[in-house]
Protein backbone atom coordinates (compact mmCIF):
# COMPACT_ATOMS: atom_id res chain seq x y z
CA UNK A 1 0.00 0.00 0.00
CA UNK A 2 1.43 3.28 -0.93
CA UNK A 3 2.72 5.73 1.79
CA UNK A 4 1.73 9.40 2.13
CA UNK A 5 4.84 10.65 0.92
CA UNK A 6 4.34 8.48 -2.50
CA UNK A 7 1.47 9.37 -3.12
CA UNK A 8 1.75 12.99 -2.63
CA UNK A 9 5.53 13.47 -4.39
CA UNK A 10 7.16 16.94 -3.77
CA UNK A 11 6.10 17.47 -7.88
CA UNK A 12 2.31 17.45 -6.97
CA UNK A 13 2.72 20.09 -4.45
CA UNK A 14 2.76 24.27 -5.36
CA UNK A 15 2.81 26.94 -3.03
CA UNK A 16 1.13 30.66 -3.12
CA UNK A 17 -1.26 29.72 -6.43
CA UNK A 18 -3.75 32.64 -6.97
CA UNK A 19 -7.17 31.83 -7.63
CA UNK A 20 -10.13 33.83 -7.95
CA UNK A 21 -12.63 31.26 -6.28
CA UNK A 22 -13.36 27.66 -4.93
CA UNK A 23 -13.80 26.49 -8.32
CA UNK A 24 -10.25 28.03 -9.40
CA UNK A 25 -9.03 26.53 -6.00
CA UNK A 26 -9.82 23.10 -6.86
CA UNK A 27 -9.24 23.53 -10.58
CA UNK A 28 -5.32 23.93 -9.73
CA UNK A 29 -5.45 20.94 -8.10
CA UNK A 30 -6.90 18.88 -10.47
CA UNK A 31 -4.34 20.57 -12.86
CA UNK A 32 -1.53 18.81 -10.64
CA UNK A 33 -3.51 15.43 -10.62
CA UNK A 34 -3.34 16.08 -14.80
CA UNK A 35 -0.14 16.68 -14.92
CA UNK A 36 1.44 14.07 -12.92
CA UNK A 37 -0.97 11.48 -15.25
CA UNK A 38 -2.81 10.83 -12.09
CA UNK A 39 -6.44 12.06 -13.77
CA UNK A 40 -7.95 13.48 -16.73
CA UNK A 41 -9.47 16.93 -16.73
CA UNK A 42 -12.55 15.06 -16.62
CA UNK A 43 -11.93 14.60 -12.25
CA UNK A 44 -11.35 18.01 -12.03
CA UNK A 45 -14.91 18.77 -12.97
CA UNK A 46 -15.94 15.90 -11.00
CA UNK A 47 -14.69 17.36 -7.80
CA UNK A 48 -16.10 20.53 -8.75
CA UNK A 49 -19.48 18.69 -9.42
CA UNK A 50 -19.02 17.23 -6.09
CA UNK A 51 -18.97 20.71 -3.82
CA UNK A 52 -22.14 21.64 -6.50
CA UNK A 53 -24.47 18.57 -5.72
CA UNK A 54 -23.03 17.97 -1.93
CA UNK A 55 -22.33 21.93 -0.82
CA UNK A 56 -18.30 22.55 1.31
CA UNK A 57 -18.51 19.03 3.45
CA UNK A 58 -15.15 19.02 2.12
CA UNK A 59 -13.62 22.28 4.10
CA UNK A 60 -12.95 19.59 6.93
CA UNK A 61 -10.88 21.97 8.97
CA UNK A 62 -10.26 25.78 9.56
CA UNK A 63 -8.34 26.54 5.83
CA UNK A 64 -8.29 23.14 4.92
CA UNK A 65 -10.67 22.19 1.99
CA UNK A 66 -10.00 18.23 1.09
CA UNK A 67 -11.13 17.73 -2.86
CA UNK A 68 -12.06 14.58 -3.97
CA UNK A 69 -14.74 12.70 -6.39
CA UNK A 70 -15.83 9.20 -6.52
CA UNK A 71 -13.36 6.30 -8.08
CA UNK A 72 -14.58 6.78 -12.14
CA UNK A 73 -12.60 6.03 -15.45
CA UNK A 74 -11.27 9.39 -15.01
CA UNK A 75 -8.70 8.00 -12.58
CA UNK A 76 -5.65 6.82 -13.58
CA UNK A 77 -3.86 5.83 -10.94
CA UNK A 78 -4.51 6.83 -6.76
CA UNK A 79 -2.57 10.12 -5.77
CA UNK A 80 -2.89 13.33 -4.43
CA UNK A 81 -2.34 17.14 -4.75
CA UNK A 82 -1.57 19.87 -2.63
CA UNK A 83 -2.24 23.18 -3.06
CA UNK A 84 -1.43 26.33 -0.73
CA UNK A 85 -3.47 29.58 -2.26
CA UNK A 86 -1.55 32.82 -2.28
CA UNK A 87 -4.66 34.16 -0.82
CA UNK A 88 -7.51 32.78 0.84
CA UNK A 89 -10.98 31.85 -0.44
CA UNK A 90 -14.63 31.38 0.26
CA UNK A 91 -16.23 27.74 -0.38
CA UNK A 92 -19.37 28.85 1.55
CA UNK A 93 -18.42 26.70 4.84
CA UNK A 94 -20.52 28.29 8.46
CA UNK A 95 -17.33 28.10 10.36
CA UNK A 96 -14.20 26.25 8.46
CA UNK A 97 -13.70 29.45 5.61
CA UNK A 98 -11.96 31.19 4.12
CA UNK A 99 -9.51 28.22 2.66
CA UNK A 100 -5.56 28.73 2.13
CA UNK A 101 -4.90 25.01 1.61
CA UNK A 102 -6.33 22.64 -0.94
CA UNK A 103 -5.53 18.28 -1.02
CA UNK A 104 -7.07 16.86 -3.96
CA UNK A 105 -7.81 13.03 -3.23
CA UNK A 106 -7.58 10.84 -6.85
CA UNK A 107 -8.51 7.09 -5.94
CA UNK A 108 -8.89 4.37 -8.09
CA UNK A 109 -10.57 2.10 -5.43
CA UNK A 110 -11.93 2.78 -2.30
CA UNK A 111 -8.41 0.69 -0.74
CA UNK A 112 -5.35 2.02 -2.03
CA UNK A 113 -5.20 5.15 -0.35
CA UNK A 114 -6.05 4.55 3.35
CA UNK A 115 -2.63 4.24 4.82
CA UNK A 116 -2.01 7.44 3.27
CA UNK A 117 -5.23 9.08 4.57
CA UNK A 118 -4.19 8.03 8.40
CA UNK A 119 -0.89 9.42 7.72
CA UNK A 120 -2.45 12.48 6.80
CA UNK A 121 -4.82 12.48 9.47
CA UNK A 122 -2.05 12.08 11.95
CA UNK A 123 0.19 14.84 10.75
CA UNK A 124 -2.54 17.69 10.28
CA UNK A 125 -4.13 16.20 13.62
CA UNK A 126 -0.90 17.69 15.30
CA UNK A 127 -0.59 21.56 16.35
CA UNK A 128 3.12 21.65 15.41
CA UNK A 129 3.11 19.43 12.36
CA UNK A 130 -0.13 21.53 11.12
CA UNK A 131 1.38 24.35 11.18
CA UNK A 132 4.92 23.71 10.09
CA UNK A 133 3.21 22.05 6.72
CA UNK A 134 1.09 25.09 6.60
CA UNK A 135 4.23 27.77 6.56
CA UNK A 136 6.63 26.00 4.44
CA UNK A 137 8.89 27.95 2.31
CA UNK A 138 9.14 25.15 -0.35
CA UNK A 139 7.76 22.25 -2.11
CA UNK A 140 10.85 20.40 -1.11
CA UNK A 141 10.68 21.27 3.39
CA UNK A 142 7.09 20.57 3.27
CA UNK A 143 7.53 17.10 1.31
CA UNK A 144 10.48 16.39 3.93
CA UNK A 145 7.75 17.24 6.53
CA UNK A 146 4.41 14.92 5.14
CA UNK A 147 7.67 11.94 4.88
CA UNK A 148 9.29 11.98 8.22
CA UNK A 149 7.40 9.12 10.91
CA UNK A 150 5.40 11.33 13.42
CA UNK A 151 5.96 9.93 17.01
CA UNK A 152 3.38 8.14 18.77
CA UNK A 153 1.55 10.66 21.39
CA UNK A 154 1.35 10.39 24.82
CA UNK A 155 -1.60 7.81 25.42
CA UNK A 156 -4.22 9.04 28.08
CA UNK A 157 -5.43 6.74 30.71
CA UNK A 158 -7.83 4.03 29.38
CA UNK A 159 -11.54 3.56 30.03
CA UNK A 160 -13.62 0.35 29.98
CA UNK A 161 -15.84 0.48 27.04
CA UNK A 162 -19.04 -0.58 25.34
CA UNK A 163 -20.02 -3.90 23.53
CA UNK A 164 -18.82 -4.30 20.40
CA UNK A 165 -20.61 -1.35 18.01
CA UNK A 166 -20.14 0.41 14.93
CA UNK A 167 -19.96 4.17 14.42
CA UNK A 168 -20.49 5.13 10.72
CA UNK A 169 -18.54 8.56 9.72
CA UNK A 170 -20.05 9.85 6.35
CA UNK A 171 -19.95 11.74 3.31
CA UNK A 172 -20.82 12.05 -0.54
CA UNK A 173 -18.76 9.49 -1.34
CA UNK A 174 -17.32 7.57 0.99
CA UNK A 175 -13.76 7.99 0.02
CA UNK A 176 -12.32 10.97 0.63
CA UNK A 177 -13.54 13.12 3.90
CA UNK A 178 -15.38 10.17 5.39
CA UNK A 179 -11.68 8.40 5.47
CA UNK A 180 -10.49 11.01 7.16
CA UNK A 181 -13.10 11.70 9.90
CA UNK A 182 -12.69 7.79 10.05
CA UNK A 183 -8.69 7.94 10.93
CA UNK A 184 -9.45 10.56 13.17
CA UNK A 185 -12.01 8.79 15.27
CA UNK A 186 -10.02 5.75 15.35
CA UNK A 187 -6.94 7.85 16.68
CA UNK A 188 -9.38 9.00 19.71
CA UNK A 189 -11.10 4.99 19.89
CA UNK A 190 -7.27 3.92 20.27
CA UNK A 191 -6.31 6.14 22.78
CA UNK A 192 -9.58 5.57 25.10
CA UNK A 193 -8.76 2.24 24.82
CA UNK A 194 -12.04 1.74 23.23
CA UNK A 195 -10.67 0.45 19.90
CA UNK A 196 -11.35 -3.21 21.03
CA UNK A 197 -15.34 -2.15 21.22
CA UNK A 198 -16.36 -0.34 18.22
CA UNK A 199 -15.54 -0.72 14.96
CA UNK A 200 -15.73 2.66 12.42
CA UNK A 201 -16.55 2.22 8.35
CA UNK A 202 -16.39 5.05 6.47
CA UNK A 203 -19.41 5.27 3.83
CA UNK A 204 -21.53 7.49 1.38
CA UNK A 205 -25.01 9.09 2.16
CA UNK A 206 -26.80 6.89 0.06
CA UNK A 207 -25.00 3.57 1.69
CA UNK A 208 -25.56 5.33 5.38
CA UNK A 209 -28.94 5.37 5.23
CA UNK A 210 -29.03 1.91 4.83
CA UNK A 211 -26.88 0.97 6.99
CA UNK A 212 -27.77 3.00 10.10
CA UNK A 213 -29.78 0.41 11.82
CA UNK A 214 -26.52 -1.60 12.27
CA UNK A 215 -24.63 1.25 14.11
CA UNK A 216 -24.72 3.16 16.92
CA UNK A 217 -24.41 6.88 15.66
CA UNK A 218 -23.24 8.60 12.40
CA UNK A 219 -20.23 11.37 12.74
CA UNK A 220 -20.02 13.66 10.19
CA UNK A 221 -20.09 17.08 8.09
CA UNK A 222 -23.08 19.84 9.23
CA UNK A 223 -23.91 19.67 5.10
CA UNK A 224 -24.31 15.77 5.20
CA UNK A 225 -25.93 15.62 8.52
CA UNK A 226 -28.68 18.06 6.97
CA UNK A 227 -28.60 15.50 3.73
CA UNK A 228 -28.80 12.41 6.05
CA UNK A 229 -31.81 13.47 7.65
CA UNK A 230 -33.78 11.51 10.58
CA UNK A 231 -31.67 8.21 10.24
CA UNK A 232 -32.93 6.29 13.80
CA UNK A 233 -29.79 7.09 15.60
CA UNK A 234 -27.61 9.73 16.91
CA UNK A 235 -26.11 11.94 14.00
CA UNK A 236 -23.27 14.21 15.44
CA UNK A 237 -21.88 17.25 13.36
CA UNK A 238 -18.07 17.53 13.93
CA UNK A 239 -16.55 21.15 12.13
CA UNK A 240 -12.90 19.96 12.35
CA UNK A 241 -12.38 16.43 11.19
CA UNK A 242 -8.42 16.95 12.27
CA UNK A 243 -9.61 17.46 15.82
CA UNK A 244 -9.23 14.88 18.23
CA UNK A 245 -10.55 16.84 20.60
CA UNK A 246 -13.77 17.65 18.93
CA UNK A 247 -14.04 13.87 17.64
CA UNK A 248 -13.81 12.95 21.64
CA UNK A 249 -16.13 15.51 22.74
CA UNK A 250 -18.23 14.12 20.52
CA UNK A 251 -17.67 10.71 21.17
CA UNK A 252 -18.45 11.42 24.59
CA UNK A 253 -21.53 12.77 24.09
CA UNK A 254 -22.73 9.75 22.31
CA UNK A 255 -22.01 7.86 24.87
CA UNK A 256 -22.71 10.13 27.89
CA UNK A 257 -19.09 9.44 29.62
Not at 62 to 73: E, K, T, V
Not at 83 to 89: F, G, I, S
Request: hydrophobic share 45%; net charge negative; aromatic share 4%.
Amino acid sequence: MASLSELLPREAIRLDIPAADWRAAVRAAGELLVTRGTTTDAYTDEMIRNVEENGPYIVIAPGLAFAHARPSPAVRRTGMAWVRLAEPVAFGHETNDPVTLVVALAAADSGAHTAAMAALARLLGDPDTEAALRTAATPEELHRLIAQPKPDDEQPVRASGPAVQKILTVCGNGVGTSLFLKNTLEQVLDCWGWDRHITVEATDTISAKGKASEAAAILTSREIARTLGDVGIPVKVVEDFTSAKEVDAALRETYDV
